[in-house]
Nanobody, 114 residues
Framework: QVQLVESGGGLVQPGGSLRLSCAASGIVFRLYVMGWYRQAPGKQRELVATITTGGSTNYADSVKGRFTVSRDNTKKTVSLQMNSLKPEDAAVYYC????????WGQGTQVTVSS
């Protein structure tokens, strides 16, 4: 049974930081491209960042220079460090694992508000 469990969401003021984590089980983690997506109310789910099996990263233009994605293949985790958060970053953030199949976590809420 595949599980992706996100944690680390919460309420933060504009300009603040949060670190999201996703713990994977039930997959051969090192073989999967891992990603973070987000979905704000009334909007489509969008790519935030991905990290390949080799550690190459890709970011949405809106988060470049502010967010950093990383992975630990030993711990089977992927993290998203989010700095300089803006109100428009508020969304439910989802972890994704992609290879032959795609898997999603349940999401974690990020609220950016003063």
């Amino acid at each position: 049974q595949v599980q992706l469990v996100e944690s680390g969401g919460g309420l933060v003021q504009p300009g603040g930081s949060l670190r999201l984590s996703c713990a994977a089980s039930g997959i051969v983690f090192r073989l999967y491209v891992m990603g973070w997506y987000r979905q704000a109310p009334g909007k489509q789910r969008e790519l935030v960042a991905t990290i390949t099996t080799g550690g190459s990263t890709n970011y949405a233009d809106s988060v470049k220079g502010r967010f950093t994605v990383s992975r630990d293949n030993t711990k089977k985790t992927v993290s998203l460090q989010m700095n300089s958060l803006k109100p428009e970053d508020a969304a439910v953030y989802y972890c994704n694992a992609a290879a032959m199949s795609h898997y999603w976590g349940q999401g974690t809420q990020v609220t950016v508000s003063s």
